[in-house]
Every structure is written in structure tokens, then in C-alpha cells.
């Protein structure tokens, strides 16, 4: 089914991308202690906290199995993406740099715009693309002036040595709450793929509190990082920093 412009379902995705979770719900720091095994487990998410109540009673949870549902003419998307890391931290649950400012996401027929704030890593991926699961994925997160959030995902194949996250080798904080400060810079855009074709979807936060109304924006193509390179990440936060695939529960995959 092909949608035109002023369809409603494509109208929607402007709604939504312009009312997203306020950028504080990505913040790692809760009162409450969780993990990806165990008894503190996505399993038990909903359980460890009151605030955590969306983990279990959610219907529209992240992440999920991407696949063609609907033909739609989805807004072009712009990353300049041109600043350096300023802080890259193990909190616990990810290696998270956070950003200097001038990157920005941009929808031009929309006129969105939304600066990177920080990027962090998930292994083995959240998403899966028709049933498949990638090494690695990368989470870009943005925020216009008012808080409200876009989040880019890039996929990662084991392949190529990836000269990018080589640099990130030799300060990548070992212990958890640890942060360093890199001394030079990466260039976000060398850390894309070279198209910019992608699945949109409303979801949720893919870790405690689990809150829903976030807009996903994945990239249809990976980008690969070596098997040393994946097995680092590993070792620095354990063999799964990944929530499983969520139900879809009716709702829609634009691409």
C-alpha cells in the first residue's frame, strides 16, 4: 500500500517525532538497581519498581522485529553530524559518550531539527531486521530546545575493523561509574552508513522506566566492526546489554 503525503498515518510521524519522551527518561541514573540477568533482569524490570511499571504493563515497548508493514514517503532525514565526545562513561548498562554541541538531526519538510546529545551501544542488538540479529547497534540521541527526543539506531555487523571505534579502544572506562575524558576527537558521520533508508516506528524506552511514546528512527543498512572490537564492548559490560524483542501488538513499521 502506497501512502501519499497527506496521508494520516505519515502525517503521524511528524506528531510524534515532534512530542517524544523528554530526554531526562534516557538517563541511566533510577533509584532502583537493574541489570540484563538475573533476578534484576528485563524479565523482572517491572517488578524491581513502581516507576517501572511500563516494563510489564506497556503495549507498545521496544525493541522489536522491523519488517516491511507499510509503503510509506517518509520524510528525508539530514545527520550532520560534526562535534567530538567531551566524555565517554561506563555506566554500567553501556559505553555512553556524551557530546560537544553543533551535530544535528535534521527534517527538512518538517522543519525538525534536533542536536545530538550523546550515543551509546547495545550488544548483541536490540532491534532485529526480518528476523535478524546484528552485533552490535548504536543509539544517537537527540533533543530539540524543548527536551523533545529523536533516536537514530545504526545496526553493526561483525566484519571490518571499523578505524572509528578504533580510537575509542584506549579510553574506554573498564569499571562501572567510570569516566575519561578522549583526547581527540571522532568523526560521527564516519560511524553511519552510506544511505540514510529507514524504518519508523512509536515505541518505548529499550531500558528502565520503559516509557512509551518514543519515535524510532533505524537505519536500514549496518556499518561492521571487527570480532576484537565487539569483544571488547563485551568486556567491558558482560556478554548481553540487549532487552528482547517486544510484541508488536498492532502497531506499524513505515518505511
Known amino acids: 500500500m502506497k ?11 511528524a506528531v510524534v517525532v515532534a512530542c517524544m519522551t523528554p530526554a531526562s527518561l534516557f538517563a541511566d541514573e533510577q533509584a532502583a538497581h537493574w541489570s540484563y540477568e538475573g533476578e534484576e533482569g528485563p524479565a523482572h524490570w517491572g517488578e524491581i519498581s513502581d516507576d517501572f511499571h511500563m516494563c510489564k504493563d506497556g503495549r507498545n515497548q521496544s525493541p522489536i522485529n522491523l519488517k516491511h508493514d507499510v509503503d510509506a514517503e517518509l520524510p528525508e532525514l539530514v545527520l550532520d553530524y560534526y562535534s567530538s565526545p567531551n566524555l565517554v562513561t561506563n ?3 553501556t559505553i ?18 534536533f542536536e545530538l546529545k ?25 533533543a530539540d530546545e524543548y527536551g523533545e527526543l529523536a533516536v537514530v539506531g545504526v545496526m553493526i555487523d561483525e566484519g571490518e575493523e571499523n578505524p572509528v571505534l578504533n580510537q575509542l579502544r584506549g579510553f574506554m572506562p573498564e569499571h562501572a561509574g567510570e569516566s575519561k575524558k578522549p583526547p581527540i576527537g571522532i568523526q560521527e558521520t ?33 556499518i561492521e566492526a571487527s570480532a576484537d572490537q565487539i569483544a571488547l564492548f ?11 524483542i517486544q510484541p508488536h501488538n498492532a502497531r506499524l513499521v513505515l518505511d
Request: contains cysteine.
Open 3 to 13: 501512502i501519499r503525503r497527506t496521508d494520516p498515518l505519515l502525517a503521524a510521524f
Open 91 to 93: 555506566n554500567g548498562h
Open 96 to 113: 555512553q559518550l556524551d557530546l560537544d554541541s553543533g551535530s544535528y538531526l535534521r527534517i527538512p519538510s518538517r522543519g525538525s531539527s
Open 118 to 142: 550523546q550515543f551509546h551501544f547495545h550488544s548483541p542488538s536490540e532491534h532485529t531486521i526480518n528476523g535478524k540479529s546484528f552485533a552490535m547497534e548504536m543509539h544517537f540521541v537527540h
Open 190 to 222: 564516519d560511524l553511519l552508513p552510506p544511505t540514510r533508508d529507514y524504518f519508523y516506528y512509536s515505541g518505548s524506552l529499550t531500558t528502565p522506566p520503559c516509557s512509551e511514546g518514543v519515535g524510532w528512527i533505524v537505519l536500514k543498512k549496518s
Open 234 to 244: 563485551k568486556d567491558r559490560l558482560g556478554p548481553a546489554t540487549n532487552r528482547p
